[in-house]
């Protein structure tokens, strides 16, 4: 079966397929001449007459070839399929980005990316060039017997094409099933994904056998689904080995009894039998090869869901911000099926300014940082960074201007060192060092085995909360764009570690425009002007630091 | 081969199918045995000039044959059902494994690499499961029925096959450790790429946001290269391996031709289709054999890779029905001169002592990173420490049954993580029977339905990976509520309110205060909220 859009998925590789299909040929055709060698071989000696040594020396060379032409096809489609998996992978993980953060499945996307792609593999390289191969020779084949004795040609004939066609009758519905089936191995897979990243929480909630023995009945569920699957597909290769066997022997007593009416002589018996297996190899390959091949078909629907994203259009603004105004215009944001997020919400911040964004749960800070990052973008209005439109930056520009610390930062199982690499890759280890000393920070990655070298746990998982979180201000600060926003970035800090990463902030972003989102007048202390949100909108501004019971009593705003 | 053998006990789990596949693998290979050398026999006497009743071999070999078709659909049948029934008996067994031994104190191992193990790392074991296991010994039956053939048509038969199926053998031993070495590096590596994979996508807010993002794609797509540069490697060995495993079968039937040229006269002629094709056949087994092999290393990876996760030893072993050490008095959460270290080199908690009694709360404060998570953690007996020890109510944690200190101890964790579902479904995480008013009144008392958390779906507002979709605050209150919901005697709160305003949260701690019966543990840094403690402890480290 050929399955258009896999082809396009694949991009250019007819021509592999082509090449490996050639190969199929050759291989195929070798075996063909080494039996009808071997049958004439046989035939001489059976009626004990003629040199068999030129005949014999063939077949050597025969076989010889066919081993080599066997290796070459196996190094070609290793090849094939390593450079369909690159591409097809590349091209899938360039859509990464344009998923929505709502709809991320990391587990899901995990194997659509890995396993998917590694399925598909067998199909192009093996599944697709066999069926060429099956196009060509059994009917060849065929050909062959049919001059040595019509009768035993028909049988094989019949018989071939039942082991062709059969099969395919079942193709669609066992494509559907295998749908199904992948998926429920996705679901299972990202389903262990998340319970893995969890396991404390669900053992804290006495949660972990209860979503063991839900896992179980899911694997379960996964093999009924497989079984179901199978029990089509293995119908089908015992339908083929039955016209395969069938095949053989009708061919075979066909020509004998040929030959007892005197109508074929001994050699197109033994030809007839050697060449009958012959003809059914190709398309026992088939068989073989669709049920390696048809597992990544039913990977097509996650890949071509991934591959159908839109991507997020950027503009080609390509300078990054030479100032860090940041002017807020009249936005509009709201997220699917929730009520908050912000109305028309308007505000400037100066160049150089250290701003503190106050306000209740909910009112829309953290939205504001989303905006500003370009996570979202608005329903209505606009932003601006050093003057420019955030969606006219390039992307790159774009994180040049602008850097967002969000509240729950996420750190990479790399070095400590990369990780604070991140906004800034040329960063020297003074640069790092330095801002790892202004947040406090240093002394904690001096402890740690490796120092700056010590590759990091999955999201840092050594780390306790306080110092995750500042490592990824000591991250930001590295970063040379001109606007730095901080979202509740010390919430997991005391007060004593809190007041110094602040004032070591203060220090380490002079001339920089920063934005501090906070529910501590503590976190903001060094600020010049604040502004209170409250229900998406502005409540109210105030000049200086904002005083306790600002930050304390919203509700008298 | 010895860390597969370690795998195949499994399968006595399932002996009646492994029995029948056995028996259908015999019955299938000896059935196209037969057909291939009752078709030799047949041609060879009918060209020899023999008489021999042409219905009569149809009728015998079509019956065969189909008895050849319906054997070997019933065995793949068979084989699958097995291979399948084994792989989600195993996948069980990894998980439970896994949420017995995480959180590792030492061993932070990638959820990538994890997750390999139980989807991918299983599913390779199909292959020895459904395809060879039982076919192998099934095998040595087509091995004696050649043997005995070759021997009654031509004995010097036996020296033409025999050394080659050695050759079939001994070529995969011979590449085993090249087999064994990409094997790893290919599990190695197909895990590394998960693992890398998920990071990208949970951190894609920085890396988009780093202008990382490229970066961070090629890297991938490195590992995409390195990865298909040893599977061409591997291919290559396998596609040599199989023109050999050709290369013998051809050679099988040049030898014996090579045999009936030089020994004419013992072999009858009606014999020498025959004699070629026995030959040919005799290798069979040593094919499958081969191809076993062949894909051991792959299969050894796998499988050092699973046992090695089977090894893993649980965070905490149970000992429920030791109990002689209750103190009858003591009430509330005790941490009685606690010592606790990740690993030999740094000692995080030494000497710990603390009481949280019953309808108080106690502010847990101190610098970040010493060890205030930790202690929340051992409260909550993800681990036992290494000394002294950790009671609840005068009882040991290492003596309750863990459903019964579940139903004793609740907790905020930091950073309030969240399960992919609804609302309703986090809240009853830990109890998802709970009945309606149970779930509404968490809810309440978290906050949940304050028109100013902003949630119009309610309890059936839609939790994406990682919390994501809801905000740092309304996150916060959907934990809360999940661990207010059994009405627990002690909580732990580590940070609980960090992302809500000083409003919301001293509303919170308000309501934790109102029971007489809890005892509430805190870690809090907001000066407002500790202030709202009845008491502070300070953790200086050791």
């Not at chain 1, 073989?288 to 259009?313: C, I, Q």
């Not at chain 1, 004032?503 to 002079?510: I, M, Y």
């Not at chain 1, 989102?517 to 904002?546: F, K, M, N, Y």
């Not at chain 2, 020296?159 to 094997?183: E, F, K, N, S």
Request: include cysteine; proline fraction near 4%.
């Amino acid at each position: 079966m050929i399955h258009r859009r896999l082809l396009e998925l694949a991009g250019a590789v007819p021509g592999a397929i082509i090449a490996l299909a050639a190969c199929g040929t050759v291989i195929s055709a070798l075996h063909v001449g080494f039996a009808f060698t071997l049958a004439v071989v046989i035939s001489a000696l059976i009626r004990g007459e003629g040199d068999v040594v030129p005949a014999f020396l063939l077949l050597a060379i025969l076989t010889v070839a066919r081993g080599a032409a066997i290796w070459g096809r196996e190094l070609l489609a290793a090849r094939i399929g390593a450079s369909v998996r690159i591409r097809l992978r590349a091209r899938l993980l360039d859509r990464l980005a344009a998923v929505p953060a709502a709809e991320r499945d990391s587990g899901a996307t995990a194997t659509t990316v890995i396993d998917g792609v590694e399925g598909l593999d067998p199909y192009y390289t093996r599944y697709l060039p066999q069926l060429l191969v099956v196009l060509v020779m059994p009917a060849l084949i065929v050909a062959l017997v049919w001059a040595q004795a019509p009768a035993a040609g028909v049988a094989l004939a019949v018989t071939v094409a039942v082991a062709v066609c059969a099969p395919r009758v079942w193709d669609a519905r066992l494509l559907r099933n295998g749908r199904a089936r992948w998926e429920r191995f996705t679901r299972l897979s990202s389903d262990y994904v998340e319970a893995l990243q969890q396991i404390p929480l669900l053992r804290a909630f006495g949660a972990a056998d209860r979503t063991a023995v839900r896992f179980v009945a899911q694997a379960h569920e996964l093999r009924s689904s497989t079984m179901r699957q199978l029990r089509l597909s293995l119908v089908e290769t015992g339908l083929s080995a039955l016209a395969m066997h069938l095949g053989t022997v009708l061919a075979a007593l066909a020509v004998l009894a040929a030959v007892t009416t005197g109508s074929a002589d001994t050699t197109s018996a033994v030809v007839v039998l050697m060449l009958a297996g012959e003809c059914f190899r190709p398309v026992q390959d088939l068989g073989t090869n669709w049920h390696a091949g048809y597992l990544g078909l039913t990977a097509v629907d996650g890949l071509d869901h991934l591959l159908s994203t839109p991507r997020v259009s950027a503009g080609n603004h390509d300078r990054p911000a030479s100032h860090g105004t940041v002017e807020v215009t009249e936005v509009s944001y709201r997220y699917p099926g929730a009520r908050t997020g912000v109305t028309d919400l308007s505000l400037r911040i100066d160049a150089g300014e250290t701003v503190a964004v106050i306000g209740p749960s909910g009112s829309g800070k953290s939205t504001l940082a989303r905006l500003l990052e370009r996570d979202i973008d608005p329903d209505q209005g606009n932003i601006r960074v050093g003057g420019t439109d955030l969606r006219d930056y390039v992307p790159e520009a774009r994180c040049r201007s602008i850097v967002v610390v969000p509240q729950d930062p996420v750190l990479f199982a790399w070095t400590v060192r990369d990780n604070l690499r991140l906004y800034r890759p040329d960063a020297t280890g003074i640069d790092i060092e330095r801002a790892a000393r202004a947040v406090l920070v240093h002394d904690v990655v001096e402890a740690l085995p490796d120092g700056y070298d010590t590759v990091l746990a999955e999201n840092g998982e050594q780390l306790s909360g306080g110092q995750r979180q500042r490592l990824a201000i000591a991250r930001a600060l590295l970063s040379p764009a001109p606007v730095l926003v901080l979202d509740e970035v010390t919430s997991a800090l005391d007060t004593d570690t809190e007041r110094g990463v602040v004032d070591g902030l203060a220090t380490h972003t002079s001339g920089r425009t920063v934005a501090i989102i906070a529910h501590r007048e503590t976190a903001c202390s060094h600020a010049s002007r604040w502004i209170a949100l409250r229900e998406g909108r502005i409540a109210e501004t105030g000049d200086g630091a904002p005083a306790g019971h600002v930050v304390t009593m919203p509700e008298s705003l | 081969m010895r860390t597969v053998l370690r795998l195949l006990p499994i399968i006595a789990t399932r002996r009646g199918l492994f029995i029948e596949t056995v028996l259908w693998s015999a019955v299938t290979q000896t059935a196209v045995l037969g057909i291939a050398l009752g078709l030799a026999w047949t041609v060879g006497h009918v060209v020899a000039g023999e008489t021999i009743s042409l219905p009569g071999a149809g009728v015998v070999l079509c019956g065969i044959a189909v008895l050849a078709a319906v054997a070997a659909w019933r065995e793949s049948w068979v084989s699958h059902d097995l291979a399948y029934r084994l792989i989600a008996t195993l996948r069980g067994e990894v998980f439970d494994a896994l949420r017995r031994a995480l959180p590792s104190r030492t061993r932070h191992r990638r959820t990538g690499d994890l997750t390999t193990t139980v989807v991918a790392d299983i599913e390779t074991l199909e292959w020895l499961y459904a395809h060879t296991a039982a076919q192998a010994l099934s095998s040595l039956l087509v091995l004696t029925i050649s043997t005995i053939v070759s021997i009654t048509i031509a004995p010097l038969l036996i020296l033409v096959w025999v050394p080659l199926l050695i050759v079939g053998v001994a070529v995969p031993l011979a590449t085993a450790r090249r087999a064994r070495h990409d094997g790893e590096r290919l599990t190695r590596g197909a895990a590394a790429l998960r693992s890398e994979l998920l990071d990208t996508i949970r951190g894609m807010r920085e890396l988009a946001g780093s202008g990382m993002l490229d970066a961070q794609l090629e890297r991938l797509s490195h590992a995409t290269r390195m990865l298909a540069r040893t599977q061409a490697r591997e291919a290559s060995r396998l596609g040599a391996e199989r023109g050999i495993a050709d290369v013998a079968l051809a050679l099988a039937a040049l030898g014996a031709i090579l045999i009936a040229l030089l020994d004419r006269a013992s072999i009858e002629t009606a014999h020498i289709p025959l004699t070629v094709t026995v030959a040919v056949a005799g290798l069979g087994p040593a094919a499958q054999v081969a191809d076993m092999l062949r894909n051991a290393g792959t299969l050894r990876a796998a499988t050092d890779r699973i046992t090695d996760v089977l090894a893993e030893p649980p965070a905490v072993t149970d000992a429920p029905h030791v109990r002689e050490s209750t103190r009858a008095r003591e009430s509330g959460l005790v941490f009685d001169d606690v010592g606790f270290a990740y690993d030999d080199a740094s000692t995080v908690l030494d000497g710990v002592t603390m009481h949280v009694r019953p309808g108080e709360t106690v502010a847990l404060v101190g610098p970040s990173g010493v060890g205030k998570t930790t202690a929340a953690r051992l409260a909550l007996r993800m681990w036992d420490p290494d000394t002294g020890s950790v009671r609840i109510d005068g009882a040991d944690l290492r003596h309750i049954a863990d459903v019964e200190l579940r139903g004793l101890i609740s907790t905020v964790p930091q950073s309030s993580p969240l399960l992919r579902g609804t609302i309703r479904s986090n809240i009853t995480l830990g109890d998802p029977d709970a009945d309606d008013t149970a779930i509404h009144d968490a809810a309440t008392v978290a906050g949940l339905f304050h028109p100013g958390t902003g949630l119009p779906d309610g309890l059936d507002t839609l939790v994406a990976e990682h919390g994501a979709g809801l905000s740092g605050g309304q996150r916060a209150r959907v934990a809360l509520a999940r661990a207010l919901l059994g009405n627990p005697r002690v909580l732990v709160l580590d940070e609980p309110t960090a992302s809500l305003d000083t409003e919301a949260d001293s509303a919170i701690m308000d309501v934790l205060r109102r029971s007489p019966h809890r005892a509430v543990l805190l870690i809090a840094h907001r000066p407002a909220t500790i202030a709202a403690a009845d008491r502070v402890i300070h953790l200086d480290g050791p």
